[in-house]
C-alpha cells in the first residue's frame, strides 16, 4: 500500500501549498496596502515583498521534497513481498 500512501501525501502537500502560499500573501500584501505609506519607511514594503517571495520559495520546497517522497516511498518493498526464509 505503499503508492496510495505516497499520492495521498503529494495531494496534501500540493493543497498545503496551495493554501500557504495564497492566504500569506494575501495577509501580506493587504497588510502592506492597509498601512499609510507616509508613517513606515520604504524599507518594511521592501520587507514585505521578500517575505511574499519566500512563501513561494517555501511551498516550492514543499512541493519537490512531496514528489521525491512520491517517488521513494513507491519504489520501496511491501512488507508483504519481502523474502522469506
Do not use: K, N
Not at 512563501?55 to 516511498?73: L, P, Q, S, T
Amino acid at each position: 500500500m505503499g503508492f496510495p500512501t505516497a499520492a495521498l501525501f503529494l495531494v496534501i502537500a500540493g493543497f498545503m501549498f496551495l493554501v500557504f502560499f495564497g492566504v500569506g500573501s494575501l495577509l501580506l500584501s493587504e497588510m502592506d496596502d492597509a498601512l499609510d505609506p507616509s508613517t513606515v519607511d520604504a524599507q518594511f514594503s521592501y520587507e514585505v515583498d521578500i517575505i511574499v517571495s519566500a512563501f513561494g520559495v517555501i511551498g516550492a520546497i514543499m512541493i519537490v521534497m512531496a514528489v521525491v517522497i512520491f517517488v521513494v516511498e513507491s519504489l520501496s518493498d511491501e512488507p508483504e513481498y519481502f523474502y522469506r526464509r
